[in-house]
């Protein structure tokens, strides 16, 4: 037990003991009868009796003892000694190697040069405090997959670096074409804002860390607290991932030594112009040399100056050269057959290369499962084999661009089209509260993981600690809804090649919320720091193994697969609501706008004393149909409420194992059937026609993307296409899950 | 025209000059027959005609070379200077002089005394860009009222120091009995912060400037830009003016030299801790050495370090003494006779001390004032007197708490309970938009001089750039309802004594938010800074006096006095409307806070690592009766429509000089009747049951305060009793509008 719970309980006296200690015992467990679900929990007590948390403290020091990027000798010893591990553990395990781009800066150089001179450090410090802060091999500060170049321009502050901040920059008259921009990290993600700035001209892309974002604004800087120092960078890819991720000269195939490979310059995710990231300290002399209109109120940060967008005088030079090597990625794959159902595939996740000295992301995460690993080990050597084939997988070249997991899956699509049932992704975590997003037919599964899970500070379930922390901040349905709702998955980590490629039902989970920092990938994201400020004692760590392996024994072993079709259309049906809104909201606010430039109100209410460009008027917005969504959404519910009425029957009453065999594969498809082959419009990488991860936002998750994004691009006709295919697609599902139920009623013989 | 009205030009073109040129002639006047309405404007464009801008500047020049606070040679000057022009220009004029406490400190020392030692500087410094800066007899930096005073203590940082601010402390454990707090300003009157930190505990208040609210966080700093810069110093009066403004010692009467007076322990409006104020150079040492909690994320300023709460290590010591001396207060008060209504007064008035140079504060709203009684002086010696008096009133002693205004409403309170038609209050005033508040039967003549005067830099209407404005920022009635909405008035100025105490219909008039800066108070608010950043050329400051000069002339002249009921219902029916979702919100909002503390939410969402204290459980929110409210409103809607409709009639059709004498004194007394002798609950001297300022916001204005501030203490039988007191108040007033309306139907002889 922490040293925090004892101070909680000495605070609150025996009253937060009053609860109930857990339904565990009472109640339901989805995909399995009684009997079963009954072993089920016996083998999960079993389980969590392995768990060790000094395991998980000795291999994050081991992993993040000295540089672990790729290509790095000790990322390769890593990965032989995760596949030593998982073979001990009794896996059938191999280390599968791809030849993946993996640029490394050769120059860089940031200096303003007007109108005064600063040279840019681009160099995090020794600390004392930090055991790895000085060690050999460390990588320079840098994004990944920016051009080459070398150009000079006056600088412009563009705040974030979104589309609608040059909007803003337009009503200011201010064109950053021949210009280099400074862009503070946060708002969408990284490889967003030289995209966007390429879009309107930019020469070049600046990204620096505010304090007001994860420095002295939020708390006390590294060593005394989390927060980044002065002079921590942010390192990080800026590949356009929207489009595609993974090996940016081999989308759709896998990056294999004889692979076919565009060049550098033909591939469309590589920027097409330089970009470098500073720290606060780098960045400060620049943005104090700027002058024009002073930023808007949301734009400015926490350092100690007036924010001001430019044009100059500041002028910057940006002199960036990089090595365009194909670097060796080791991804390390590790099985152990399901005694029942060796075709049915759970595979579970987490990358295993580090920017810097990697100890949160992906440390943390990677040390849980191993321990998650050699603890099914133990339960299968003690004669309990996972029922499913369950694969183990240490992703390398994440970081770059979620290279080694989408390599995998384009290198195994037909396979894992075929076999795979789920796909559990964990990454960076930390101590507080558990957050999981994911396939929605999988979120009751995790609902009743996460009330059998406990809390290491607080004693109550996981669950219960998460739906207190919704229900203070005002999340009204926290305590009506029998689920806490999980959050769709945009992108970020390694379930993309998986969710929205292939479609496999996938779920990303982590703890958080109390580690907060400003360590990310930067040099100190250390064991140090981890150790003090991310999850001291790794309770939290084995918590997040407790939860994954749970989620994984019963996807494994579940009778029916755990999935609940309910919580899917609820899910949906808030987002076809959402998009129905936000073309009725679209038109409103259009109409406001034109009234309001017809009035020449923008014009008037501006000061005349600075520069003010108005607004035009927009196209007006038409009504289009959402009928056949809306027919779609109907049948599919009525659909989903027969199939889960029909589980649940069949799990009280029995059902025969050919039923059993039957049901699982058209659930199994069922993910499968929420893509569609073409993609989406402009990035067919992408399938799945409800989650992907927004063309604007990077990381954001956008839900219907091809409504949505064809409604927020004002693209009428590509919006009513996508209505159409979106409303085909949910009708296949449906199909399905009426096909199932039929299997279940006894009316349908599988192929 | 002002430079900046070409540059305008030159980016638009032609479209702005589309808009149609103006309505004034067109246009019904409110109070008018269509003849007097024909004579009204001839004199209104005769009025403007006589505008000079450069008076104004002269004029401040000359009041704001030397300071001029309570006291001063200077300030007695400027009052012999003002009345013997007024007298030049045709007025009855005297210097009505009183003997008011004005404190002055004689020590002042601040100083951290641990971890480490500062004392803080508590100087303004000499700057050459600033002719003034360095002038003799400059008012040190100090808050008026603070209690005397020698204490020390550990240091706690309380944001905004309001009762919401210290409940968050609560939450994290932090008393801070028999400490120091330091307090930004902003969020509430300053007076607001020591009142509510000495009901806590503390032994003084420290308030000082956060960079973030007026300083470099909000644009370029003096004297490069218009903001505060590093030194600057807030002054003001910490008197506890929602108890009763004017002279601590003698409230409810005139301060002569012969009044009795209490003595400076008895008065319930001065301080009982000691103030004082704080540049953020002062106040950067102190928050720095903080430690404990990180302030919430809201609380943070722009400072350049993490804001901690403390309480300590930083301890401080705060050491002030005052001479408590009685100084004169010197108003002066100038009439013209009306020429056929010499009883019913319209009263303009201005304040003319300065904390410092008093440049925008009063110095631009007072010159305004000037040039408007000229040009009427100029009028009435052309033959074109006002029909009814004009009283034009320059206050002393306005700042350490509306004593000279105060005062004389007290001094002269049945006189002008009698004959005291409106009173129309300016006070600093600076670029950009038209800014109203006040009684809300005035409302629609208040829009209908806006709409007759032109803006000096666009060329529309003052109206039409307020609206484009609200408009702009989605006020969405901004385009629908056919006025502006003026605003309800708090306090601040020196409106308060006849509308609150006396209930005189008031108005306060100003132009800004193209002038933001951070001299307010300062020793910066000075000549050079006003013409720079505040209103260079005094464009605005003519339009000042051009929209307050046609308000006054209307009251002065009309037929039937322009008030127009209507708006008044409408306003009044949106505050009923506010009283009773408040109710509604907090019973609500009960439920759900008692709900989440018996689910031990709030536990189970903090982090456990920190210290935390839950909020208990409340008292259940009642279901009150607002029936007769509904009921009085629904009776006053009837009466003042019919009142207005036959008002229009009779302006149309004529009446008698004895229905228009009869009307008049009735629609004079309605303002009267929406006082009670009794004054709100523990506060006597506020008799309005409108409009009063908030006792814990201060300035900040509270719409039916009985009944809300009795909601919002959870007073719930004090609430029903005011329900029942502003009912009756209503009737009242709906008793008097009909009545109204029999006179002109010619049923009623007034007595």
Known sequence: ??????????????????????????????????????????????????????????????????????????????????????????????????????????IREVEMVAPEYYRALLAEPVLDADATSGVDGRLPTY??????????????????????????????????????????????????????????????????SDPRDDGYFQGDVYPDGPYK???????????????????????????????????????????????????????????????????????????????????????????????????????????????????????????????????????????????????????????????????FTSWDAEEPGLIGSTEWVEHHADELREKAVAYINTDGSGRGFLNIGGSHTLERMANEVARDVEDPQTGVSVWQRTQARRAVSGNAEATTRPDLRISPLGSGSDYTPFLQHLGVASLNVSYGGENRGGSYHSQYDSFDHYTRFGDPGFYYGVTLAKTTGRMTLRLANADVLPMRFANFVDNVSLYVEEVIELLDETRTSTERENELVEMNAYVLAADPTQTYVPPT??????????????NAMREIERSANTLDGEIRRVLESGLTRAQQADVNQVLISTERLMTNDEGLPRRPWFRHQIYAPGFYTGYGVKTLPGIREAIEQRNWEEASEQIELVADMLIRVSDALERAARILEGNEIAQ
Chains 1, 2 share one sequence.
Do not use: C
């Open 229 to 391: 120092m002065a002079q921590g960078v942010q390192r990080g890819s800026v590949m356009d991932m929207p489009v595609y991720p993974g090996d940016p000269l081999t989308p759709f195939v896998a990056a294999t030594a004889d692979a076919e490979r565009m060049t550098v310059e033909e591939s469309p995710t590589i920027m097409k112009i330089p970009v470098i990231p500073l720290s606060y300290s780098d960045a400060l002399p620049l943005l104090r040399a700027l002058t024009g209109p002073v930023a808007p109120q949301a734009w400015r940060g926490a350092l100690p100056i007036t924010y001001h967008l430019g044009p100059g005088p500041a002028t910057v030079r940006v002199h960036l050269e990089f090595d365009w090597n194909l670097e060796p990625a080791y991804n390390v794959i590790a099985r152990m057959e399901g005694s029942e159902y060796p075709d049915e595939w759970i595979i579970r996740g987490n990358h295993r290369d580090g920017w810097a000295m990697g100890a949160a992301d992906p440390a943390s995460g990677h040390v849980a499962m191993m321990e998650e690993a050699r603890a099914i080990g133990v339960l299968a050597r003690g004669g309990q084999r996972p029922k499913r084939t369950i694969v």
């Open 617 to 630: 008027a927009k196209d007006e917005v038409p009504y289009l149909s959402f009928a056949s969504l809306q």
């Open 1 to 106: 037990m922490p040293h925090q719970t004892r101070t909680l309980i000495a605070i609150l006296g025996p009253l937060l003991w009053l609860a109930p200690p857990s339904q565990a015992q009472e109640a339901p467990m989805l995909g399995f009868t009684s009997e079963s679900a009954e072993a089920q929990r016996q083998l999960e007590a079993l389980f969590d009796e392995q768990m060790n948390r000094d395991n998980l403290r000795e291999w994050m020091q081991r992993i993040t003892s000295e540089p672990f990027y790729v290509g790095t000798p000790h990322n390769k010893e890593n990965a032989e000694w995760v596949a030593d591990l998982f073979r001990e553990w009794g896996y059938d395990t191999e280390i599968v190697e791809y030849q993946v781009l993996f640029p490394k800066p050769r």
């Open 143 to 208: 994004n990944a997959y920016s051009a080459d170049g070398d150009v000079t321009g006056e600088l412009v502050y563009v705040n974030q670096g979104t589309p609608d901040d040059y909007e803003e920059l337009d009503r200011r008259g201010i064109d950053v074409r021949g210009k280099i921009v400074i862009a503070r990290y946060g708002g969408s993600w990284r490889g967003i804002k030289p995209k966007v700035a390429h879009e309107h001209g930019a020469l070049a892309t600046i990204l620096y």
